[in-house]
């Protein structure tokens, strides 16, 4: 479970300071899932789902950001996204996490990833426990200190405080990264509140329910198939009305089906001979950051700019697909393959 450090919340500034923390985590998730699912090069049925289910993660995990800039801007704040301070360096705490307790990495897809890593960061208060067909449910207490519980102090002081709908309503990004239901402008506490419920609720769904308001399976449930094996579907039999079906089991070979990138490649420091990846990699920096750059100016009053980084996003696929293609000839991690750093630079 990630487990998040207590924040103050007694003054506006802390409150401020709070938003940007959650702003900060919500992106911090996405250059681990990314890299995941750049890995995964098999054209299996099961790996077609798992990166159609990491993909929709991530896409999440970007209207989680779009959302908690929306609040921030919504009680007159200002989202930082542009700078170093911005992007863990991974490997690395999330941001606000207790330190020692989960260190993120940057790797290649695996099973042990999804279990010990993706798991443990969108593992809610209660882990509802999904029968197989035909067998009984269950509730696992956990220790409630998830990325809910930040959300939850949040939402208290929102309710406590509507005087602080002050910010400007141009601010506001919408159509972007989202799904019928999910595009919420925040102007006032109700709209706060539905934001935060969204954001909650797609990682981790209720004590009571797999699903979030849109009825999809929450984040930590679709990881779970991957660490069960097989896939959940609904099934009316069920107290929770979707079980885990044998019959559509989930097989991926982390050798076979996965490009072998070298872990945490921002560690890495390539040989001559592999020149190529060092540039491949200097390129991807530069791209990863420009798409930062847009969504800062997007987030703050120019919301066109968002437009400008999606654009990029496309260039970043190109350039991260080329960089997976570069295999090591020197040093000790020959014959694996380079990856994105997911660094910012000026």
């Given at each position: 479970m990630l487990r998040i450090k207590p924040q103050p919340l007694s003054t506006v500034a802390d409150l401020y300071a709070a938003l940007q923390n959650a702003i900060r985590l919500e992106h911090s998730t996405i250059p681990p899932?990314?890299?995941?699912?750049?890995?995964?090069?098999?054209?299996?049925?099961?790996?077609?789902?798992?990166?159609?289910?990491?993909?929709?993660?991530v896409t999440e995990e970007m209207l989680h950001m779009t959302l908690a800039c929306n609040v921030l801007n919504a009680i007159?704040?200002?989202?930082?996204?542009?700078?170093?301070?911005?992007?863990?360096?991974?490997p690395h705490e999330l941001p606000m996490g207790v330190a020692g307790d989960l260190v993120v990495h940057l790797k290649r897809y695996s099973k042990d990833l999804i279990e010990n890593t993706f798991m443990r960061i969108e593992e809610p208060e209660i882990v509802l426990d999904i029968p197989t067909k035909k067998t009984e449910l269950a509730l696992e207490a956990v220790t409630p200190l998830t990325i809910g519980q930040f959300y939850a102090l949040i939402r208290g002081q929102l309710v406590a405080h509507p005087e602080l709908f002050t910010g400007d309503p141009a601010l506001q990004v919408t159509g972007f990264f989202?799904?019928?239901?999910?595009?919420?402008?925040?102007?006032?506490?109700?709209?706060?509140?539905?934001?935060?419920?969204?954001?909650?609720?797609?990682?981790?769904?209720?004590?009571?329910?797999?699903?979030?308001?849109?009825?999809?399976?929450?984040?930590?449930?679709?990881?779970?198939?991957?660490?069960?094996?097989?896939?959940?579907?609904?099934?009316?039999?069920?107290?929770?009305?979707?079980?885990?079906?044998?019959?559509?089991?989930?097989?991926?070979?982390?050798?076979?089906?996965?490009?072998?990138?070298?872990?945490?490649?921002?560690?890495?420091?390539?040989?001559?001979?592999?020149?190529?990846?060092?540039?491949?990699?200097?390129?991807?920096?530069?791209?990863?950051?420009?798409?930062?750059?847009?969504?800062?100016?997007?987030?703050?009053?120019?919301?066109?700019?968002?437009?400008?980084?999606?654009?990029?996003?496309?260039?970043?696929?190109?350039?991260?697909?080329?960089?997976?293609q570069q295999q090591l000839t020197a040093g000790p991690n020959a014959g694996q393959f380079a990856g994105p750093r997911f660094r910012y630079v000026l």
């Open positions: 899932y990314l890299t995941a699912l750049a890995t995964l090069s098999g054209n299996s049925p099961s790996v077609k789902y798992a990166r159609k289910v990491i993909r929709d993660v007159g704040g200002h989202p930082a996204i542009a700078g170093s301070n911005f992007v863990p360096s991974y989202t799904a019928p239901g999910e595009n919420i402008a925040v102007t006032d506490v109700k709209s706060a509140l539905l934001a935060i419920e969204t954001i909650v609720e797609q990682g981790e769904g209720t004590p009571k329910s797999l699903t979030d308001l849109q009825n999809e399976i929450a984040h930590y449930y679709r990881f779970q198939q991957f660490s069960k094996g097989m896939e959940i579907v609904q099934d009316p039999a069920s107290p929770l009305k979707f079980s885990f079906d044998p019959g559509k089991p989930l097989t991926i070979d982390d050798t076979a089906d996965v490009i072998q990138m070298v872990d945490d490649p921002s560690r890495i420091t390539y040989d001559a001979a592999d020149w190529r990846a060092e540039q491949l990699s200097v390129e991807c920096d530069a791209s990863y950051s420009r798409i930062l750059n847009a969504l800062h100016f997007g987030f703050n009053g120019k919301p066109d700019k968002v437009s400008d980084a999606v654009g990029t996003m496309f260039e970043f696929k190109t350039i991260v697909g080329e960089l997976l």
